[in-house]
């Protein structure tokens, strides 16, 4: 890929290239892109919606976890790193991982 056309496409067109086949977190995709990372986690959510009817590759989240008891948070919706575990209340949960996987 030439420096110059990945420049040149949009935000999300870099994020999708940059998220295939591979899993990132929105800190480092922020890093990569040069934006603020809430813009990179509102770009997400449009890249979600645009995969979903992309039969030939799928949206992945790794979701967030909590290192000090271990839970998982399966559930969540949204793409944004909670700020505390439901469960043991600590506050160093790590970052949700996004990619890009071609459909089974």
């Known amino acids: 890929m030439a420096l110059v ?3 040149e496409r949009t935000p999300r067109q870099r994020l999708i290239e940059l998220l295939t086949g591979t899993r990132l977190a929105s ?6 892109l040069g934006i603020p990372e809430r813009h990179v986690e509102d770009h997400l959510i449009h890249v979600a919606k645009t995969l979903a009817r992309d039969p030939a590759r799928r949206f992945v989240l790794e ?8 839970y ?3 559930d969540r ?3 944004t790193r909670p700020s505390r575990c439901p469960r043991c209340k ?3 949960i790590t970052s ?3 990619g890009i996987d071609p459909s089974p």
Do not use: T
Not at 27 to 32: G, K, P, R, S
Not at 64 to 70: A, K, Q, T, W
């Open 5 to 7: 056309s990945f420049i």
């Open 77 to 79: 919706r949204k793409l």
């Open 27 to 32: 800190h480092q995709l922020a890093q990569m």
């Open 90 to 92: 600590g506050e160093q």
């Open 63 to 70: 979701p967030s976890s909590c290192p000090d008891c271990g």
């Open 72 to 74: 998982v948070f399966r």
């Open 96 to 98: 949700p991982r996004y």
